[in-house]
Each structure stands twice: as C-alpha cells, then as structure tokens.
C-alpha cells in the first residue's frame, strides 16, 4: 500500500511538469502585453519598454520558464504585477475558500446524489424513482447561473434570510454561523449537478450490486431488505462510486468560477479569471499548477480510498 | 472568457430582476441594512489594486484614496476648477514658470507625522526622480502628468516651490487629480512596496485595513483640519458581477453603489426606496479616423461618418442614457473650455451620401472598425460598433468590425492605424481639456513618437493652439484657446465624436448628502443615512 501511494505521488512529477510548461506556453502565447496591462492606455513605450524588463518579458521564451521552474521548487511563485503582492500569499488566501466552497458542495452531493441513488434503485420502477429520476434530469440540466441568480432573489432579496454575496458580513461579521449562513446559497449553487450525475450513477451502480448473487444469497439468508441494501449492496456500490466521487471533487474544485462571481465567493476561480485578462502571467501560472496539483491530490485520495475499500483491487 | 461570463446570463438575470421589482413593496424602508447608521457601505466595481495614489491609474482606486487623501489643490465641488486644499493659496511667477505654494500649518498625516514642505518634496521627488530611494515603490504610470515639473523645492517649513520647464497651465488640474494627492513619507519609507496596502494620507477619513476581496475599511479621522466626517466607518466592497451589485442593493447590503447597468438603472429609477444620481464627465467616446490612407483621408467623408452616425438613438437606445451625445473633441464637463456655440453633428444620412459623393464614393465602400470587447470608459463597445455599422451602411459605408480583448486593441490602436484599419473606438477620461488634444490631436503625437494620434491628425493652427493654450496662465484666454480649437477639430472630423459618459450611482432613500462629481470621484465626508 505504501509502495502503490509512493509510486502514485511520483508519478505527479511529470504530470506537474507537463501542467506547467501548457499553462506557461498558453499565457506566453496569448495576445496581449502584460506590461500594456499594467500600465494601462497612458503608457509611453518608454515605460512599456523599463517595465518589460522588469518583467523578464525580454528574455528568451525557454529561460523564462526554467527562471520561474527554479524559483517555483524553492517555493517562490513569484510577485502578482497586478494585485502587487506575492503569488503565494494570494494563493494562500484563496485557496482556503474555494476547497471549503467545494468541500460543501461535494459533502451535499454525496449524501444527497447517494442517498436520492440507493433510494431510487432500492424503488425501482416506482413512483419514488420516477419523481428523483425528474428531479435528478431537473438538477443536471438547470443552467447554474440562473439557479444562483433565483436563490439569491428568493431567499436574499425577498426572504432576507440568508446574505446576497461574500464569504463573512461586510461590518461587524464574522464566525462560524455567519460564515455558514453565507456558505449554504453558493455551495447549493453548486452541488446541483454534482449531485444529479452521482444520483443516476449512484442508482445505476446500485441496481448492478442487487442483481449479484450475493444479494440473492443474502436475501435467501433471510437477511432483511434493509441489512441487504445498507449492508451489503451500499458498501459495495460505495467503493465503485469513489473514483466517481473523486472526479466530482475535481469538478467542483475547478468549476466554480460563474458561482465564485456571482456570491462574490473569494476563491481561485474568480481569481484566475481575473488574472488571465489582467495578463498577470505568474499569477495565472501559479494558480494553475496549485489547482492542478489539488485535482491530481484529491484523485489520488479517491484511489488510495478504493484500495482501502475495495479488496478485489487491492489484490491485483 | 470574461464577456462571455458576463453577458451570457444578462437577459435571465434580467427577468429576474423585473419580477423581483414586482414583488418588492414601495416606501422608504429598505429591509435587511442592519447596520448603524454611521456605517456607509459602497459596492464596488473591482478589488482595489493599490491605494498608493501615485500607483493607481482607475476609478475604482481614486474613489477610495479621495477619501484618505488631499492634495495641494481640489476640485471645487461639482466642477473641474482647482481650489485651494492643503495648500491655503499659491503665487505664479510672472514668466509662469514658477508656482509658490503656501501650505496649511495644521495638518497632521494620520500616521501622526506633520505635513510641511518636506512632504510635498518627497511625494514629487518619490514620483518623478529615478534616483530617489523610493522610487521603486512605483510604478507610477501618471507621473508624465508633471513631466513639465522641473524641480520641487522646500523654501521654509511652509513653503513651497515648483520650478517648470515652461509655462504649463494644466498643473493645477494635474495637481487636483489622485496622482497630486499627498502620501506620507513616513509610512512609505516604513512599508516600501507594500505601502499601497498600509496607506496614510491627510484626509477626513483614515486606513483601517484592506481585507482582499471582502472590504477596505476606513475610519472617521477625529484629528481632521477641517470639518470632521459623518460616517464613523466607510466599507468599500469590490462586487464585480453587476447582478450581484443590484441583488446587494436591493437586500440592504449596501447604501451606495456605483456604475450599474442601463437596464438596472432603469429598473431602480422606477422605485421609491433607490435614488439615481446621475452626472456627465469630462470623457469622450469617439471614433478615431484613419487620415493618413484609406477613405478617411478625405475630410468630406470623415464629415459623412459622422453626419451618418445617429447619436441620439445610440445614446437613447443602446446606453439607454448612460451618456450624452458629444459635440466636439472637447467634453462639456470642462465648462469654462466648452464652446457652448458648437452643435453635434446632426443625423443626416442625406448630407452623408451627397458628401461621400462629392468624395467620388458613390458606390458601396468596405471599412474596417477596430473595436475592444470591454474596456475602462468603452462603455458598450460591442453593441455600439453594431449600431454604428447599421448607421453607416445605410450611407454606403460597409463596416467590417473586429473585436479584440481590451490590452490587445490598445496594442493595435496605440501602434495607429495605417495597415491596420480605417476607424478605431476610442475613449478617454481626463482632468484637463488640454491632455486629450495634447495627447491624440498634436501632429507631433502621432504613434511613431509614442503619442495616441493614431489616426495621424495633422492641422499646424490645432498645433499652435494646443501649444498657446498649455502655456497660457489666464484661464479666459485658455478657455478661448480651447473654443477656437473646438471649432477646428469639429470641422475636420479626425475622429467621429460620439458620446459622453454619464456616470451613475444609485443610492437607498434613505442616504443625504450624496452628490457625483463631474470628476467621478466618490466624497464622502458629509454623507450620511437618516
């Protein structure tokens, strides 16, 4: 098992490399001049030229990305020209919200897509598949925008229960239930189709395990239904769901830019968006490679979890 | 990407909003603002980059350091005049090269040090001296707005004297403008680059702290010189998404917010418990005209573009009265330089085509337009392209538009246009009716020496007046200067003159106090919530 994760995170090195110099070579081909960027429409070219020197934008295309490769393995992801600060500490700040936004999201997916899964198998053909079988097809093709857009109206602007935008209250905010109150629209925001695609897969897989023969086994037994589904069925259908998960995760960390601008969420995707039109290369590069890193991480977890979970795996 | 993300929701957000307005009750009594009453929330368009005011270069930034900080000069309430701030009076040498400032002597920084002339010294020499040692916590993309400044000198503790290369009347406006006001030595010599994250001024409120992406907040300055601020606390919030500004405004979430949409604001008008303040600035969007080659060379269809062009439905229709309709390369927020005589072109498509034929265009003629997808003052730069297309295409004129992300279009355009294209959008905001011919009329500014004449404009009485009117102290002579220059330009149509920006903030009722101001800059010290 160490061995396999070993192997596993090893294996991360090429694929970060890789990451890297596609990120680096898109932002360097991309039309548009940082330094423009920064300086704005009164730049004389004087300036434009003093500060693409100051930039290293002069320098050979391959220097520059081994300059920042260097620098990126001792830990320096360089300073933002457009926020002027360090990449890292701007990272540092927004990756928190967003793996907290995703995290949300994804606990809401898992036990709601699951849950509306097992029940929808476990009635199969009947009227409680029927009515998850519409909402799930309801979640996965509702436009996400417009279903931000509607709770925030309904339950910000009408109902004044729950805050519009933001992570904490503007003045005097702060702690766990405010930060939950703001958490609730944009994670729902988000889960919905999370949760609709682990629902029909869910249900899906759920349907195969109780066509195997140890349900008939256990049903013979004289198990009750119940100890059958939960007992045996679930756990089984879990570890197939798992990588399934996994990739959900990955989604959800990389996807949430509309929802992030929308609630005014002060996470990663907001800031990427932000960085590549402002031209502010470094800090595009490392936002990438640390969202990266993060996807390539959380699939790892997912297959080191069905390895654990799952011993016909772990076998092979 | 960004556009995309922006507009693709617009029309469902749009539903939205309308049948939240309908749901919504009348009266003042906005629901959900929860907060004292001294505490103003603004909804902004962006995280602030920098509130060093020599650093920054938007609105977005200017709006919270006009706050923090003064400069020797302000501009006089609901004008562009300068009037004394920190300094109490100047004298102007007789040559005009010299400017003697008196400076107040009981104004304190809010990191507690004293202003004096030494302040003023180092903020200029900090600004426009490559060898001073703080220097490199710019850059300051502005400083060419003192470029003229030769020498800051402290003469006593009080005083102060500016020392020009020539006569350069546009100073005192440059000196109102953010890029004037003044820092503390003390602090930027404390946190070097990251001072523009710790900033410390002399104004009626001072720095608390700067949560990214959640708040700057300020507070009332107790040890203000002059009349102490209403609000205990001002909170800035960057709000990018325009939807999120309007939902926040409806919730109670913020008092003020700035730069809505045409829809929103139509929408708001209509409700009792919004105000909509409204207020045109000394910008320009216009068409830049390829004079060089091309079919623009020739002034008569230069003058059929614009005769083609329906303003009045552009404003009214597409910025649904977000702007004005501009008569001249001169804005009319600049009173005292406005000749008030000068009529936009009229719509007159007849008079268009008898000029193009005149111009022996009496076919159909294919022109290329450069526009941006977004930009700072563009406004909607798509949909009026569209506009200008069907306006022109009815005269003959086929408009082949290309659209570019916003830094790339100013790579093409700032380059000029020969080989490029025949016309470019364009739009500046400026504090001086000098600085847009200074820098995009002038023949000497043509993109070769690095001006933004980039339809390459010639005409040597333009020149000499440009040149006259920068050097010339007395303003009624400027300001005739400027008339003649108006009328000049207008005739030779280098550029197509289009609109003015009408800038808007909306309010709750329940805000007093509030005034935009033609220089779109945000003053809060006597608002308040009653």
Redesign the interface.
């Known amino acids: 098992m160490n061995g396999y994760i070993l192997r596993r995170l090893l294996q991360l090195i090429p694929v970060l490399f890789g990451i890297s110099l596609v990120v680096f070579l898109i932002m360097a081909l991309l ?3 940082p330094a ?12 434009l030229a003093s ?1 693409r020197n100051e930039l290293g934008l002069e320098e050979p295309l391959w220097r520059r990305f081994f300059i920042w490769l260097g620098n990126v393995l001792q830990g320096d992801l360089g300073r933002s020209v ?4 360090p990449v890292v500490e ?1 990272i540092g ?1 927004r990756i928190g919200p967003t793996l907290l936004l995703a995290a949300a999201a994804l606990a809401l997916s898992v036990v709601l897509g699951l849950g509306a899964g097992v029940v929808a198998a476990a009635h199969r053909r009947r009227w409680q598949d029927q009515v998850l079988t519409f909402l799930v097809l309801l979640g996965i093709s509702v ?1 996400q ?2 279903l931000a ?2 709770l ?2 309904v339950f ?3 109902l ?1 229960w729950l ?6 209250s ?3 905010g702060g702690g766990l239930i405010d930060l939950l109150q703001h958490l609730l629209l944009p994670a729902i925001s988000l889960a919905v189709v999370a949760t609709g695609v682990l629902a029909r897969l869910s249900r899906g897989a759920m349907l195969e395990e109780l066509s195997q023969d140890y349900v008939r086994m256990a049903r013979a037994k004289g198990l009750t239904e119940r100890q059958v589904l939960y007992k045996h069925a679930f756990l089984n259908m879990l570890g197939r769901m798992v990588p399934v998960i996994g990739l959900q995760a990955g989604f959800l960390l990389g996807g949430a ?2 929802i992030e ?4 969420w ?1 996470g990663m995707g ?1 800031m990427l ?2 960085a ?2 402002s ?1 502010d290369l470094l800090l595009v590069q490392g936002g990438v490679l640390v969202l990266a890193s993060a996807y390539v991480l959380v699939n790892l977890l997912a297959d080191v979890l069905q390895h654990a979970l799952d011993p016909r795996i772990r076998r092979r | ?2 556009k995309r ?1 922006d507009n ?2 617009a029309s ?2 749009w539903l ?2 309308i ?2 307005a309908l ?2 009750a009348a009266a003042c009594t906005p ?2 603002d929860r ?1 004292p009453d001294d ?1 103003l ?1 603004i909804g902004q368009t962006a ?1 602030p ?2 509130l060093d005011p020599h ?1 920054a ?2 609105l977005n930034d200017f709006r919270i350091s006009v706050n923090l900080y003064e400069g020797l000069v302000r501009f006089r309430e609901g004008t562009l005049e300068p009037e004394p701030a920190l300094a109490r009076r100047w004298e102007l040498s007789d040559d005009g090269r010299q400017y003697t400032f008196f400076l107040r002597e009981d104004v304190r920084f809010h990191d507690g040090t004293v202003f004096d002339a030494s302040a003023v010294e180092f903020n200029f020499e900090r600004l426009l001296n490559e060898d001073h040692p703080y220097h490199h916590t710019g ?1 300051f ?2 400083a ?1 707005f003192f470029d003229k400044v030769e020498n800051v000198q402290a003469i006593d503790a009080y005083t102060v004297v500016f020392e020009l290369a020539e006569p350069f009347a546009p100073l005192l406006s440059n000196l109102a403008y953010p890029t004037g006001l003044m820092v503390s030595p003390a602090a930027v010599r404390r946190y070097g ?2 001072y ?2 710790r900033p410390a001024g002399t104004g009626p409120f001072r720095f608390v702290e700067w949560q ?4 700057v907040l300020l507070e009332r300055n107790p040890d203000y010189w002059g009349e102490v601020a209403r609000p205990r ?1 001002l ?1 800035f ?5 325009p ?2 500004r309007v ?2 405004l ?4 913020i008092d003020i917010v700035t730069e809505l949409s045409p829809d929103n604001v139509s929408l708001l008008r209509s409700d009792p418990r919004f105000r909509v303040h409204e207020q045109t600035g000394p910008h320009l969007w216009f068409l830049i005209l390829n004079t060089r080659s091309g079919p623009f060379s020739d002034r008569r269809v230069r003058q059929a573009v614009n005769y083609a062009i329906d303003k009045r439905a552009l404003v009214e229709n597409v910025l649904q009265r977000t702007a004005t309709v501009a008569a001249g390369p001169v804005p009319k927020a600049f009173g005292w330089a406005y000749d008030e005589r000068i009529e936009p072109y009229p719509h007159d498509p007849e008079r268009a085509r008898s000029l193009l034929r005149e111009a022996g265009l009496g076919g159909r003629v294919t022109v290329r337009l450069l526009a941006p997808t977004s930009g ?1 003052g563009m406004l909607a730069p798509v949909q009026m392209a569209a506009a200008i297309q069907g306006d022109l295409a009815e005269v003959g004129l086929d408009v082949r538009i290309e659209t ?5 279009f ?2 093409k355009v ?1 380059q000029g246009l020969d080989g490029q294209a025949d016309m470019a959008e364009m739009a ?1 905001m400026t504090n001086d009716p000098d600085t847009l011919p200074y820098l995009a009329l002038r023949s000497a500014a043509a993109p070769e020496n ?1 001006g ?1 004449n980039s339809g390459y404009y010639e005409n040597a009485r333009v020149d000499t007046l440009i040149e006259q009117a920068r050097m010339t102290t007395d303003r009624d002579e400027r300001g005739r200067l400027y008339r003649e220059l108006q009328r000049l330009v207008r005739e030779d149509a280098p550029w197509a003159f289009v609109a003015s920006w009408r800038q808007n903030a909306v309010t709750t009722c329940r805000v007093k106090g509030f005034a935009l101001q033609p220089s779109f800059f945000l003053l809060l010290r006597d608002v308040h919530k009653s």
Do not use: C
């Not at chain 1, 805050?163 to 904490?168: E, K, T």
């Open positions: 039309p548009g001049d423009l960027a920064i300086l704005g429409p009164y730049a004389t070219p004087e300036s500060l457009a926020l002027q600060r701007e700040e436009p925008f417009w857009l509607l925030i109206l910000a602007v009408w004044h805050p519009v935008s933001g992570m904490f503007v003045y005097a830019v509309y601008t929308v609630f005014q002060p907001r968006v932000d590549i039109s031209r | 990407m960004r993300l693709m929701p469902f957000a939205v909003l049948l939240g749901f919504t629901e959900g907060r505490v929330v995280e980059k920098s650093v270069t938007s850059p993309p502005l060419f680059i990251d523009g994250r990214p992406r959640r708040r606390v909170v919030r960057p709000l990018i998404d939807m999120t939902a926040e409806m919730a109670g979430g700072s570019y992300e916003w830094n790339t100013l790579g700032n500046w690095g933004f």
